[in-house]
């Protein structure tokens, strides 16, 4: 029995903290707090030992949802996979009183958007307020048709000056090999989220993390590596601001306000990656004006997971967001 749990905890590993896994985020009474994770519906080491870290930290940063990008359960979707792909690894969080919010990959059946647990209201996409001034959007781009940009539409305007953040499953921009950017869905999902002032963007489908250099004053982050990794897959290119795929990881983030701090932890609970954006503008709920621009600022991560630093308030003076620039290399739409 002793040896059976000995081998337990080596293949999940013991959550604690120690130094170089500091919290570098503001954790501030009443802000909104939230974490994510994609492509996470593989068992195995990876996804247990991520979600043991999600638990532990939560501890600390008391998250109250989990945004899923997609790839929500590998394989066959029997009731029983729904157990041991999701509510079986995620218990913890689900005991806790997580709420997941799921948006649909490519291997995720439509009839998911019935699971209670993925919160997502019988609908492909959908939208909900965890709090005044900060909207999600869930998108499905696995169909971006006509009448689900249309819904985007109406919903990103009538969210007047909240925060605008949308998760879907297909990164538009990713400098992964195998992948690269979804230039079918840029080319269909970006002028509406640029015409309606999104400011940040989470994505999947990439088994690894990537920080894109803001494009077009939009944020944008993949973070498809919380079940699965793809190691060596992403070929950092002038699209990369930072990346990772030799970890698995998930991302914790926080907004105060006209800012954003986010941070990114392996499965070993080490910070890979922490920053920060603020967008331009006051947050004013319900007043009908869409949100100017993001203006995406960062603070330094490491480049190799190191000593962590406390953190700190993001300097008030912003980086200029730099002209958009074309994915490199042949990019297809998957
Ligand atoms: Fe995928």
Redesign the pocket.
Known sequence: MRRLVLIAILLVGVPSFTAGQELRLPNKEGSVKFAIIG?SGEPGTGQRAVAAQMAAWRGRFPFGFILMN??NLYGTERPTDYENKFARPYKALIDGGAKFYAAL???DDAAQVNYKLFNMGGAKYYTFKPKDGVRFFAIDSNYVDDKQLEWLDKELAASGSDWKIAFF?HPLYSSGATHGSADLQRDLLEPTLLKRGVNVVFT??EHFYERIKPQKGVAYFII?SSAKIRKGDLQKSALTAYGNDSEYAFMLAEIVGDELYFQTISSRGVTLDAGSIKRAGDVQPNTGVTTQPVVPQTKPSPVQPGPAQPAKPAPSKPAQPGPAKPAPGPATAK
């Open positions: 492509d997609g790839d990959g490519n291997h499953h999947g489908h498809g």
